[in-house]
Structure formats: structure tokens, C-alpha cells
């Protein structure tokens, strides 16, 4: 850590509570302050952060989520660059500590959905349905519920749709998935149901989706470029002809935050090592008519890719 801190120039970190401050260790309010010297000290507010930088500090980290007010508290004449520059590389590496409570997140939003499946669609909005999972997700011991999606019909195929008083109704498709923190690590699982019945042509349709995702874990294990993996998911749904529907990318990390590299995409040559966790997320949206998108937490491991999130990916039909 320090020896980075070094290489990049940078004299001091100061993070507030997000997942980098989370990664030093800091636990609920206040602020850490890390220095080329000593442990990480805690502050209760900018001012007396500002108090633990060396005066002679001429480059200062900055949590990449410190807000504007933050910023101009700390009373420092430094340049200011993002923490990121430091902790971000550091981050991708995972032990099993990290691993297993990554384990335990995807295990429990896995559960939320399982759960789902018990729940009585018919009738029921959107928005119903959605605040009965996130009530679920906090009785599980999500600490922060990101997001959930519940999106009936022709609204599976808007990637960025928001809960509405849609009425789910049978021959509806239905897109499914749960993002939350448990402890301090980030999961999501996304699932879709059919509606007492599939669609004309949905089946076929999610199959080349789950063939996407399993071409993607095929590939990716250690010493292998992210890209790579990303490319393989595409490929398959590029071989069924609906690659004008896909989803720009099919994975991102994720970890103790939401949204983190390496990113399963065109141009990110990291390089796959044990332990890194990545959200793995094929999608296909035909607008109008319905989509479908799988996400699952995988570990990196030696052997290959492992899923945290284990629920059955076959597509399942309520029948209430």
C-alpha cells in the first residue's frame, strides 16, 4: 500500500465511509487518514482530518466519493488526486477472507430470489412486488439494497426500467434481479420467470443467454484478459443473430463495490488472477416484446470459474 502511495507520489489518503474506506478497515461515520507512515487514523469530520495530513503533504488522495463540501474543508494547500490511483489496483486482488464473504453476499441475495419464486405474482404490480423483495432482502440482513428490479412483459427489454403499477399478468415474461450489500460486500443475481406460460419464442431466446454466460465462465480464469471472457459471452449471442440486441457488456467486478473492474468488455486487458470476483451479466432486450438477462457472482479460481450464487438458472414458470 504505502509502497504504491509512493510510487504515485501521493503523501497522504483521506477516505470517507464508501468501499475504499471500507477496504482499510473503516467501520460506520467519520473519516480515515492513511500516511507513509504509521496505521490508519480516524477523524470525526474534514477539519480534524485535515489535521492528521503532514503539513509538508505536496499530493493528497481523495475518496473518489467525497462530496464537494468535503473537498473544500480539507484546509490543505496539496494537490488532490483520487484515492482510486492507489487502492483500485489493490482492491482486484481478493484472499479468501474477502472471498468468502463475497461467498456469503452472493449466497444471500441468491436466497432473496429462491424465495421469490414462493411469492404470488398474478395480479400484483410491479412496484408491489418489488417493495416485497426489498422488505426480503433487508430480512435477510442486506445493510444497503442498491436496487430491484421487477419488470413484467414488454418492460424486460428496457434495461434501465424503474417498478412501476404495471399488472403482471399470465404470458408475461419477467426480469428478476436484486443488488444489495450484505457486510461489506456487494451481490446480485438476476433471474427471469415466465408468467404461467413463456412467450412465443422467449425460450429460445433465453437459452442463447444462458449459453452466453457459460462461454464467458468457460473462459475466464486466471491469467486470462478480461476482455476475453467478454468477448466469448458475445460471440454466442453474435452466432444467434441477436448481437444488435445485446447488452453492451456482459460482466463488470464486483466487491466491496457495486460497480468495479475489471470490466468484461472491448479494451480491458486486465489480467484474471485468483480470487477476483466479477458480476457475470449476458443480456438480450428485443424492444416491445420482452428480454432477458442472467447475473451471477463468480470467483476467479485456479481451476476455473466458480459461481458464489448456485439457484437454478432453468427458466422457472409461476403458477400463482
Not at 439494497?145 to 424486460?156: D, Q, R, Y
Not at 443488488?179 to 412467450?199: I, K, N, Q, S, T
Not at 484474471?272 to 470467483?299: K, Q, S
Request: proline share 7%; charged share 20%.
Amino acid at each position: 500500500m504505502r509502497l504504491r502511495m509512493a510510487e504515485e507520489g501521493i503523501d497522504a489518503l483521506v477516505l470517507r465511509p464508501s468501499p475504499d474506506f471500507r477496504y482499510l478497515g473503516g467501520r460506520g461515520e467519520g473519516y480515515l487518514v492513511l500516511t507513509l507512515d504509521g496505521p490508519p487514523a480516524a477523524a470525526t469530520g474534514p477539519l480534524e482530518a485535515t489535521a492528521l495530513i503532514p503539513a509538508s503533504a505536496r499530493r493528497v488522495g481523495v475518496d473518489p466519493e467525497m462530496r464537494a463540501g468535503e473537498l473544500f474543508s480539507l484546509r490543505v494547500k496539496a494537490e488532490l488526486v483520487l484515492a482510486s490511483v492507489v487502492l483500485a489496483p489493490l482492491r482486484l486482488a481478493r484472499g479468501p477472507a474477502q472471498v468468502a464473504a463475497a461467498e456469503r453476499a452472493a449466497s444471500a441475495a441468491d436466497a432473496v430470489l429462491l424465495m421469490a419464486r414462493e411469492l404470488a405474482w398474478f395480479g400484483a404490480t410491479e412496484r408491489t412486488m418489488a417493495r416485497r423483495l426489498w422488505a426480503t432482502m433487508i430480512e435477510t440482513g442486506c445493510e444497503e439494497v442498491l436496487s430491484v428490479l421487477v419488470a413484467a412483459g414488454e418492460h424486460s427489454a428496457a434495461p434501465r426500467h424503474v417498478p412501476c403499477d404495471r399488472v403482471i399478468n399470465p404470458g408475461d415474461a419477467l426480469l428478476v434481479s436484486v443488488c444489495g450489500r450484505w457486510g461489506d460486500h456487494y451481490a446480485e443475481v438476476a433471474r427471469v420467470f415466465a408468467v404461467a406460460e413463456p412467450p412465443e419464442d422467449f425460450e429460445a431466446m433465453y437459452s442463447v443467454v444462458l449459453a452466453a454466460q457459460r462461454a464467458a465462465l468457460d473462459v475466464l480464469r486466471p491469467g486470462v484478459q478480461a476482455e476475453e471472457a467478454g468477448r466469448a459471452a458475445r460471440e454466442v449471442i453474435e452466432g444467434s443473430g441477436y448481437v444488435d440486441y445485446a447488452a453492451e457488456r456482459p460482466g463488470r467486478g464486483i466487491g466491496l463495490g457495486p460497480d468495479e473492474g475489471p470490466w468484461l468488455a472491448p479494451g480491458d486487458t486486465t489480467v484474471l488472477a485468483a480470487g477476483m470476483t466479477v458480476c457475470v451479466e449476458p443480456a438480450i432486450y428485443l424492444p416491445d416484446l420482452f428480454g432477458a438477462r442472467v447475473a451471477d457472482v463468480v470467483v476467479c479460481a485456479p481451476a476455473g470459474a466458480r459461481r458464489l450464487s448456485g439457484s437454478p438458472q432453468t427458466l422457472h414458470v409461476l403458477d400463482h
